[in-house]
């Protein structure tokens, strides 16, 4: 968690400040606004002004970059508010990053791609570890990187998962399917039959059991035949032992392996003299 004496610092009076003099935070991790949910709280600032100030940080140019309070910026940007009233804090770029994640986590305000985006980008772009980064957020490193774990899943998939209404967990499971295609099948058929999350596991379950059997069937069968050629080489060894000129040829196809053995007839095969 970020601790507000060391990372944010806020200077003590308000100040207001031109809304063209205030630009957005380039980390900001929510995409996503609702038009009615800004109306309304447009409205609702229209009637009592923000009662909760920005907070922002002072660029070098004399212009303010946001840290928190997107939703009000653009609220009050609706309403055509000139000034807007400003907490300006002594933070970092990196820590503003952060912060705007947090934000929105506290408030719930991101579904849960936009989160795993957040996350890594603040991994690589401000060079932060996944166990720094899971301390200031007060969340577990573990936790961490199942979140970032949801990025494996194509652009493509996410927003099909995001337009049905998929929870977390549905798109956690469909992660246990290494294939792609098996996977986009799965997600159709989940979305087809409006599948809850427990039914959507049982059916990949089935589909990587059903994948999976043929495969150990095949191993199986090549381990035996191995098995059963190896026990004609030593059959053929020991007739060759016996002083019996025995011949074998082994071809093998794609589909099949034969293997002959040719031995003299009994009254071809020369008899020992006796000395």
Not at 19 to 42: C, H, M, T, V
Not at 104 to 126: G, K, P, V
Not at 233 to 245: K, P, S
């Amino acid at each position: 968690m970020l601790k507000k004496q060391n990372k944010l610092r806020p200077e003590s009076k308000i100040l207001s400040v031109s809304q063209s003099d205030i630009l957005p935070n380039p980390n900001q991790p929510r995409k996503r606004f609702d038009y009615d949910e800004l109306e309304g709280l447009a409205q609702s600032i229209r009637a009592n002004g923000i009662l909760q100030p920005l907070i922002v940080r002072a660029l070098e140019n004399g212009q303010y970059e946001l840290v928190a309070g997107e939703r009000r910026l653009r609220a009050a940007r609706l309403i055509g508010m000139a000034k807007i009233p400003c907490i300006v804090s002594e933070i970092s770029e990196s820590d503003s990053a952060v912060f705007a994640v947090l934000e929105n986590l506290q408030r719930q305000d991101l579904d849960y791609f936009e989160e795993a985006e957040a996350l890594a980008t603040l991994i690589s772009d401000y060079h932060i570890s996944q166990d720094e980064l899971a301390k200031k957020l007060g969340k577990a490193q573990s936790t961490l990187s199942n979140k970032l774990r949801l990025l494996r899943l194509s652009d493509e998939m996410r927003y099909k998962i995001t337009r049905a209404g998929l929870s977390e967990r549905h798109a956690r499971a469909l992660l246990t399917i290494d294939d792609e295609v098996q996977r986009a099948r799965a997600l159709a058929i989940i979305i087809d039959r409006h599948l809850n999350v427990s039914e959507s596991e049982t059916l990949i379950e089935q589909m990587l059991r059903k994948n999976e059997t043929p495969k150990k069937q095949m191993l199986r069968g090549f381990k035996d035949i191995r098995i059963f050629i190896n026990t004609l080489n030593n059959a053929v060894d020991t007739i060759r032992r016996a002083g019996i000129d025995a011949d074998s040829v082994k071809t093998e196809t794609d589909e099949y392996v034969e293997y002959i053995v040719r031995i003299p007839k009994l009254e071809e095969i020369p008899r020992k003299t006796a000395t």
